[in-house]
């Protein structure tokens, strides 16, 4: 069973940048369909990333498009989110999320119920 652990989030004003990590262990992570999901106070969970374990096709969320990247590190077996352009409608709790579905569509990266294991969060504060 993979274990997650999200790190890297902070304060950071509006326009600045901020990478988040995933270190997994326990399982490789090419083993995995990756994503990156948020959730802020009193709205779902939303995606924000995602990318098939073959490392491609990769998606993204239509209000973080162009502006975010996933990437992975087989050698670090870590999934990264590169933030930049930071918005305060960016502001929440990030959690990454590792899943075995067999095929890897936007619908299927997108969606909670794809993914089995979660990290804890790490909390993101755009401040304007």
């Known amino acids: 069973q993979v274990r997650l652990v999200e790190s890297g989030g902070g304060l950071v004003q509006v326009g600045g940048s901020l990478r988040l990590s995933c270190a997994a262990s326990?399982?490789?992570?090419?083993?995995?369909?990756m994503g990156w999901f948020r959730q802020a106070p009193g709205k779902e969970r939303e995606f924000v990333a995602g990318?098939?374990?073959?490392?491609?096709?990769?998606y993204y969320g239509d209000s973080v498009k162009a502006r975010f990247t996933i990437s992975r590190d087989s050698a670090e077996n870590t999934v990264y989110l590169q933030m930049n352009s930071l918005r305060p409608e960016d502001t929440a709790v990030y959690f990454c999320?590792?899943?075995?579905?067999?095929?890897?569509?936007?619908?299927?990266?997108?969606?909670?119920?794809?993914?089995?294991?979660w990290g804890q969060g790490t909390q993101v504060t755009v401040s304007s």
């Open positions: 990318k098939a374990r073959s490392g491609s096709p990769t």
């Open positions: 326990g399982r490789t992570l090419s083993s995995y369909n």
């Open positions: 999320a590792a899943g075995t579905q067999a095929v890897a569509t936007f619908r299927d990266l997108s969606s909670v119920g794809s993914y089995h294991t």
